[in-house]
């Protein structure tokens, strides 16, 4: 065990420390420089920390297991122990009762605290939002904030480092009596040196301008340069209170996502339930029962163009009901879905831990590795590999085509069912079938040519 703490926490810190730098190099150049106070930058970069752990951890696991029992198999110490009578399965116990343990506080982490950090980083980035213009604007959208006033600025290119815009249009509505629609080639947002203004400026573009109370009063101006000034007021950092912003489903414990997808659910029963007894009743007013005025005891018969136009009358009816019922039904499904699968990732992620040492013990001894390129490589292959499923499966979730559960859990059961193999083949030392023996070639493989790379 002591074999692993060194490379658990080295694996998880170089992990962190990559997800960290990423973040830096996308976010430096729109917060250095732009009048932000430094602590507020320091306190933004900490709180992102918080879900870079929670990817971060079970790498570290898969790292430090390959590492150990890679080592040890160098050094033939798998094969003294169990030339003593010990197994695989006795050397890999406390390694899966280790693996447990950080699973479970993984579990408590991304249930309990990292949904709170979320909320901050949230509450955060939209007061950062005020006092940035970048951040105001989304390339290929109508942006439209506090900050902007009356201003709603569409930008179809954007550098969000240096403000610079491409294919500019900004509807002003700052004169209730007459609107300006601008378009220009290019443009550029940035503060006044005093940070008293947001300065748009523009390049090559035109002027419409609409009186609202005499349409036939219509002026266009073109120009080369065009500047407009925009109190900036509105962009001035000032912390929010937490209570002001909801929380989304990344912002939730477990048990408060249970509440609103069972809550989504008994409303998406209720209507299929409405569905199903409006049916009947359009069905039975159309094609007639006891229940039909239009067969009611004693009734004149209606003319056939009178009944036509009523069975009309009616289906419309039945179908604007019948649509409204099925857009809520499948509204409630998708939002009850939506939660249900940030719940299975909540599970799913920490017992990744519990997979990857599941998966390594085995690897490590067959490709006896030990070093540390080895390692992290077999390590980058894996995440890739796991990240693709849950990234994947995720988005097939969320569009309905498969089970939360199934979509959030493919590469835990692909990875366990691959380590079970492994441990079986290492343990009992033989061939195990033809898929052990090719499985086992190939990490061989693999492992030979990272061997022969690091020489080179």
Known sequence: MRAHVGPFLFGTAIVIFIFLLQFVIKYIDQLVGKGLDTWVIIQLIVLNIAWMLVLAVPIG?????????????????VTVIKASGGSLLQMMLPVMIAATFVAGGLFWFNDYVLPDTNHHVKILMSDIQRKLPTFSIEKGQFSTSEGLGSYTILSRDLDSATGAMLGVTIYDYTKPQRMNVLSADSGRIQ???DFSKLIVSLTNGEIHQVNQRDFGNYRKINFA????????????FEKSQEGTFSRGDREMSIADMEKIANSAKQQADTTDSRIGASLTRHANY?????????????AAPLEEAQALAQAQSRASIMRSTLESDVFQKESSEGEARQYQVEIN??????FACIVFALVACPLGVITRGGSFGISAAYSLGFFIFYWMCLIGGEKLADRGLTTPWLGLWIGNIALGVLGIILTIRVNSERQGGRIATAIGNVFRTISSFFKKAQKV
């Open 61 to 77: 696991v898969l790292f430090s297991v390959l590492m150990a029992f890679g080592a040890m198999s160098a050094a033939h110490e």
């Open 191 to 193: 503060f006044s040196s």
């Open 225 to 236: 340069k065009h500047r407009i000034a925009i109190d900036a007021s509105g962009f001035s």
């Open 286 to 298: 159309l094609f007639g029962d006891s229940l039909s005025p239009a067969y009611a005891p004693g």
């Open 345 to 350: 990732k909540k599970y799913a992620i920490p």
